[in-house]
Each structure stands twice: as structure tokens, then as C-alpha cells.
């Protein structure tokens, strides 16, 4: 099969998981959003933060040696396996042990309770790790995505059982905990590999000297992720970090999961390439003009529709929540482009560059974040607008060197499709102010105009340009209507 073919298939079926398995979340939070307070989205917030960073340690980067390893044998995986078992249990520990002190600092004697039972999830996964690496390794997009897609469904009902049983912020916990353990027990039933429990100390440190420099790299850029659920918790109120929280769930299934379906297959693609700088640099400019193209479509649009899209899902009650998705929607515009970037790093094998990076981005731009917090909560955004552009030309460097895709010909190839999504973006908002405000459905018809608006002037303009993009997809769509036929 091409590596063409394996993108679109790859694509197709990661595609299928966001939609279904995304969904589910997007549709339970929002159900859940109805029923809790933004009290208890706040409190759940820092608890998986802490998980987060924590699961992030116990990986140690191993996980993209093992892919990025060309011949990765059994004896690899066993390593891996003991290594990440044993990290994992030592952390939910100290996690354990940390969380009244944690409780007492944000003043949340509940928190406490939460860590115990949310911090097994980093046990749990350590026993799924290696049979999800060797799909991915093995572009298996297909079996990971129908586990992925009834593991979320399975906990989705779950956590609404709970919650429409009055066990108020236990059905959040019961949400992400019950997922990633219903992923593992599907993961054992449908995969062959067991573990022999053999850890070979010589294997483990040769991908342990590739994947630390990973974990370094990713620890910081898993702190940075988080450091605004910690200050916002801390600095303002759990309440203002649960409408934070909440912006950030109408966004992230747009910018991150976009993104993360385009990675999930680019990254092992890419892989494949490493040698051939040529075509590595034409498949990783292909891969990043499709991203920008499906993700500042979706991130103005969304931007645009805030107000109507928050309102009428979940309740006047989180109306704080628009303007703080509006500004989360320009940073998570550009996500796509810091994770391709880095992803070239890892692909060429130089992850001592990944860490450096990593390092100097942080020094640089860290403070942002500790001096607009003293601030407001809106300034703290501002602030990670910044630095989330300031990124983009950090990462986008080294693209330069290592397969000679300039910063200058990166923004060459984004300009027209940032043009499109600002003329999207003008247009929606601009006849979503010209809807007269006298009737109670005033946000239906809002919405409605806008969407059509911004569907139009979409297609329109894609028609008269012709990006290489939409016409693939205007193609695929057409032969999937052919075949139905």
C-alpha cells in the first residue's frame, strides 16, 4: 500500500474516532455541564493536571522511542512494559501522599479524596501502552479507533448514569477514570502480545537515551499545558478555572483532536521517510497545509459562533465562558503548526534538539504566564496568544535545518488559507451582529445565519481558489457517494 493510500485510510479511521469518540465526550460534558456546577469542572481540572504531568513522567518518552526505533524487538516492548509499571505505581504513591498537602494549598478538602481514585489511571494505562505503541507502529488505525470509540461511549454512559443519580463530581471522576480502563480491557481481549515480564537493562537504556530526552522535552511542555489550571486555581477560583475549562472543551475537540488525528498518522509516516529528505519534506509540507486547512476553518468558525454555540449547549450559567473561548480559538489555530514542527524533531531522530527547544522556549516565555497572572484571567490569555505565536517561529526553525522548509516558505504556504479564515470569520460575525435581538430565539437564528454564512462564503471561496486540499476532499466525498450508489 502507498504511503498516499496509508494516510487516507489512517486518516479516514482517526477521523472516525474524533467524530464518534470526541463527540461522545463533547455531548456528555455538555450534558454534565447542565448538571454540575463550574465548582466542580474547576476542582476536576486540577486533579487531571496533576494526573497529566504525572502520566506524562511515567511514559518517559518511551513510548515514541519504541516507534520511532526501526526494528523494535520483543525484548524492547518487555522493557518498556516493567519500566512503565513500575514508574507508574511509585508516582500514583507520591500522589498520594502529596494530596492533602495539594488540598490544603487550594483550600479544596475534596481534591484529596479525587486524587486517590483519579491517580489510578496512571496504572492503568501502563498496562495498555505497549499494545496501543505497536499499533500505532504498525499504522493498525483501525482497531485502536473502535476501542477508543466504545471505551468512550462505555464511560460516557457511565459517568451520565451517575450524575442523573445526584453523585455530582464523581460522575466526572467515574467519566476518566472508567474510560482508560474499559480501553485496557479491550486493548488485552483484542491483541495478541502479552508481556513475559523480562526487562533487559541494555535495551532499556538505549531507548531510554532517545525517549528521556522526549520526556524532558514533553514534561515541560506538559507543565506549561497545565500551569494555567494551577494558577487560575489558585490565583483567582476553582469557579473562574471551571469556565476556563469549559471554553477549553468547546476547543479543544476542534484544535487538538483535529490535529491529533493528522499527527497520529503523519508522525509514523514521516518516520518512514526519515532518510529521504526530499519526499520527507514534501510529505510534511502536504501534511501541514491540511492541517491548517481543516483547523483555521474550524477554529474561526467556532470563534465566531461562540456566543450562540455556548449559550444554547449549556446554559446562560457559563456565558463567562465565551470570551474565553474566542481568545482560546487564535492559539489553538496554530497548534497544528508547533505539533508538526516538533514532530520533524523526533522523526529525524534528534530529540537532544526536542529538549533544547523545549528548554529555551520555556526560559524565554514562562514569565508570561507568572506576571499576567497577577492580572486577570483575560490578560493570561492575551498573554498565551503571544506566546503561542512567538512558538510557531521557535519550532518552525529548525524545519529549516534539518529538511529545508524555511520559516519564510512555511508562512508562504499558510498566508491563503489564514486569508480564507478571516474572511470567514468576518463575514459570520459581522450578519451574526446584524440579527435583531427581540425574540427569545434570537441565539437560534444567530447561530443558523451565521453557520450558512460561514458555509458559503467557504465553498465559494474554495471553488473560485481550488486549494489542492479541498479538492481531494470534494473528490473522496464524491467516489463515497458513487460507490453507495
Partial sequence: MSLKSQAIKGFSWSLFENIFSQGTVFLVYVILARLLTPEDFGAIAIVMAIVSISDTIADGGLGSALIQKENATDDDYNSVFVSNFIFSALLYLLLVILAEPIAL???????????????????????????????????????????????????????????????????LVAFVVSEPLTETLMVWFVHKWRPSFKFVKKNFLELLNFGYKLLFAELITALYGNIY?????????????GFYTKAQQFQVP?????????????????????????RLRSVFSKFLKFSVFINFTALVMLAAMAEPVVILLIGEKWRVSVFYLQLLCVPGMLYPLHLLNLDLLVVKGVSDKYLRLEIIKKIILIPLVFITAFFSIEVMLYGLIVFSITEYFINSSYSKKLIGYTVKAQLKDICPYFFMALLIFGSMYGVGLLVPETTENHLYK?????????????????????????IEMKLRIIQLFKRKK
Fill in 105 to 171: 494549598a487550594y483550600d479544596q478538602p475534596n481534591l484529596s479524596k479525587l486524587m486517590y481514585v483519579t491517580g489510578s489511571i496512571l496504572i492503568i494505562h501502563s498496562f495498555s501502552t505497549i499494545q496501543l505503541t505497536m499499533m500505532d507502529k504498525h499504522l493498525d488505525f483501525k482497531t485502536a479507533s473502535i476501542i477508543n470509540v466504545l471505551s468512550t461511549v462505555i464511560s460516557g454512559a457511565v459517568a451520565l448514569a451517575l450524575a442523573f443519580a445526584g453523585f455530582g463530581i464523581w460522575s
Fill in 446 to 470: 444567530q447561530g443558523i445565519v451565521q453557520l450558512l454564512t460561514g458555509l458559503i462564503v467557504f465553498f465559494v471561496f474554495n471553488e473560485i481558489v481550488k486549494f489542492e486540499e479541498y
Fill in 229 to 241: 489550571y494551577f494558577l487560575i486555581g489558585y490565583f483567582f477560583s476553582t469557579r473562574t478555572l
Fill in 254 to 278: 476542534l484544535s487538538g483532536y483535529i490535529t491529533g488525528t493528522i499527527t497520529n498518522i503523519s508522525f509514523p509516516i514521516l518516520s518512514t521517510l526519515q532518510s529521504d529528505e526530499e
